[in-house]
Antibody, heavy 121, light 113 residues
Framework: QVQLQESGPGLVKPSETLSLTCTVSRGSISGYYWNWIRQPPGKGLEWIGYIHHSGNTNYNPSLKSRVRISVDTINNQLSLTLTSVTAADTAVYYCVRHGHQWWTLEEGVDWGQGTLVTVSS | DIVMTQSPVSLAVSLGERATINCKSS????????????LAWYQQKPGQPPKLLIY???TRESGVPDRFSGSGSGTDFTLTVSSLQAEDVAVYYCQQNYDIPLTFGGGTKVEIK
């Protein structure tokens, strides 16, 4: 089964840029849709966006002006960049694999363990 | 955006009893071309990522116990745990994968009474 591991700084200062990496192992990035989803402490889930290995992306309109997702098929990694962060961006950030279409869940959904990012000075 | 509204926010059920969680979408998530409802249910235990339980509103993911069942169509959906076990204590989320942005309900916390 594919394994996903998020990594990046656990603390980011307000107004700065949050950058995270998701490393995919025991499987290939190719052919699937890869999502970033976040969860503020004690709260619900928010979809940030997805990327296909081809580079096709789609973002949540609520974050679209600040977010960028990219893919590195050679190193089997995904990246998330979120600019101009505030305390409201404090959350556990998850990397999530869907199937061969962005809506496809029947092929299984794989989640990383998540990484907590705190925005604070 | 499709707004997903779950009820109740929390639920306490005795071991072996039924737990029922409701989810309502602000617009239909039934795709007419394949007659499938693009509605999923996830279970999240403390300190863990969510786990997919059900997709297409009523299809159990492989390995999910059959005490979990999903029903509903269009805009109204239900997750039922027929006989609550101690390991079912968790927060449950519905999610629509009908349209972008993907959206989740606010969650229902299930505890043991």
């Amino acid at each position: 089964q594919v394994q996903l591991q998020e990594s990046g700084p656990g603390l980011v200062k307000p107004s700065e840029t949050l950058s995270l990496t998701c490393t995919v192992s025991r499987g290939s990035i190719s052919g699937y849709y890869w999502n970033w989803i976040r969860q503020p402490p004690g709260k619900g889930l928010e979809w940030i966006g997805y990327i296909h290995h081809s580079g096709n992306t789609n973002y949540n309109p609520s974050l679209k002006s600040r977010v960028r997702i990219s893919v590195d098929t050679i190193n089997n990694q995904l990246s998330l960049t979120l600019t101009s962060v505030t305390a409201a961006d404090t959350a556990v950030y998850y990397c999530v694999r869907h199937g061969h279409q962005w809506w496809t869940l029947e092929e299984g959904v794989d989640w990383g363990q998540g990484t907590l990012v705190t925005v604070s000075s | 955006d499709i707004v997903m509204t779950q009820s109740p926010v929390s639920l306490a059920v005795s071991l072996g009893e039924r737990a029922t969680i409701n989810c309502k979408s602000s617009q239909s998530v039934l795709y007419s071309s394949d007659n499938k409802n693009y509605l999923a249910w996830y279970q999240q235990k403390p300190g863990q990522p969510p786990k997919l339980l059900i997709y297409w509103a009523s299809t159990r993911e492989s390995g999910v116990p059959d005490r979990f069942s999903g029903s509903g169509s269009g805009t109204d959906f239900t997750l039922t745990v027929s006989s609550l076990q101690a390991e079912d204590v968790a927060v449950y989320y519905c999610q629509q994968n009908y349209d972008i942005p993907l959206t989740f309900g606010g969650g229902t916390k299930v505890e043991i009474k």
